[in-house]
């Protein structure tokens, strides 16, 4: 097959957690990696990273990306823009596409349009929904939800996580039941996978003798993050000795760029780890290749996803698969992923004292960590995207 996949809103090939870069970006990266492997081809339509130029990139002889410069800043001329360049590209160059898979609302409205021109099936992952960041964020975008109920109506069909968001799809959307499939995404367990903890802190220079806590996330307030920093501060007022004996990583977003700590969420952020005298604790050391990641899943003791709200929660599978001790918020796809007390530990999103309370327990006991971790690697051996690519390529030939 030879597939066009649209992502508008961010070039899922930019450095992880910076910008809107995140989850939707890895799951792009490793579904086309898993399909280029079984020799489909896949095009990767999107936006030109952050003050970079236009130009086509080669992945390998199956993937190439091709980047086009829109206004970004009134996103229905940019749509229309994004859309007339696709389809000059194609007509030049002869290009016959067998379907489009986009991903999000804006490259939804861009496939159907494209599916139209071009008379080719059209397969939509949304990620996340107006109406979720209504029902767990309070927050409203009308003008983002007609999008959504448009692209939910017309496209061929819909691929989404876990059943909860194929039922928030059909009762706050009135999507029809038997276009939308459920795939959860993989992990790559050639890479994410147990590690020596002493060998994995030694190569990351972090201290032998201190708990490690970890945080891995766009900082955006939807990820929950001033939420941890406060269990924390409140960690550290209640036991005299915490602030010696600990370190929070936090990793994501652009640090070096000055910003970043102008942005609003790392400011407020910022000011209460200075007004408790944590900046020898608590550090924020940016974004970092996939690559490097494995390893501060296995240096870490806890890893904590505090998030208001996750359609899956990428960054907890990658944990499991390191066998890492989890503590994640009870919401969205978390909850599929983790069973509380078998191979994690959930708590109430937004609830500190909650937070705290479990994040004491677990710092305390070794023995918990390392059973809830062993269960988490355990658990991610059904999470392979070998498979869901697989899974995923069947709805492609459905369609066909």
Known sequence: MRIALISYWTCPFMRLGVFQSGGMGAYIQYLVSNLG???????????????????????????????????????????????????????KEKIQYDLLHCHYYFSGMIGLEMSKILNIPNVVNFH????????????????????????????????????????????????????????SPGVDHTLFKKKDQHLARKKLRLPFNKKIILFIGRIDPVKGLRYLVDAVVMLSLRYSSFAKNFRLIIIGGDNKNPSFWKNQE??????????????????????CSHKILPYYYNASDIVVMPSLYESF????????????????????????????????????????????????????????????????????????????????????????
């Open 128 to 183: 996340t929904t107006s109406a979720a960041k209504e029902k767990y964020l309070g927050i409203k975008d009308e003008v983002r939800k007609k999008m959504e109920f448009e692209v939910v109506r017309e496209t061929d069909a819909i691929i989404v996580n876990t059943d909860l968001e194929k039922n928030e799809l059909v009762e706050n959307y009135q999507a029809d039941p038997k276009k939308v499939y459920i795939v």
């Open 37 to 91: 492997q079984v020799g489909h081809q896949v095009d990767i339509y999107t936006r030109v990273h952050h003050g970079n130029e236009e130009k086509i990139v080669t992945i390998n002889q199956n993937i190439k990306v091709i980047h086009y410069s829109v206004n970004i800043k009134n996103h229905q001329s940019g749509l229309t823009e994004f859309t007339q360049r696709m389809i000059t590209r194609i007509k």
């Open 266 to 287: 790392v400011a407020g952020i910022q000011k209460n780890i200075i007004s408790h005298n944590l900046q020898c604790c608590i550090k924020f050391i940016g974004s």
């Open 313 to 400: 929660g990428l960054v907890v599978v990658e944990a499991m698969a390191c066998e890492s001790c989890i503590l994640a918020s009870k919401v969205g796809g978390l909850k599929y992923l983790i069973q509380d007390g078998i191979n994690g530990i959930l708590f109430e999103s937004g609830n500190v004292v909650q937070l705290y309370q479990k994040l004491y327990l677990l710092i305390s006991n070794k023995k918990i960590r390392l059973k809830l971790g062993r269960n988490a690697g355990n658990s991610s051996q059904r999470y392979c995207w070998k498979y869901q690519t697989k899974k995923i390529i069947k709805i492609y030939q459905k369609l066909l």
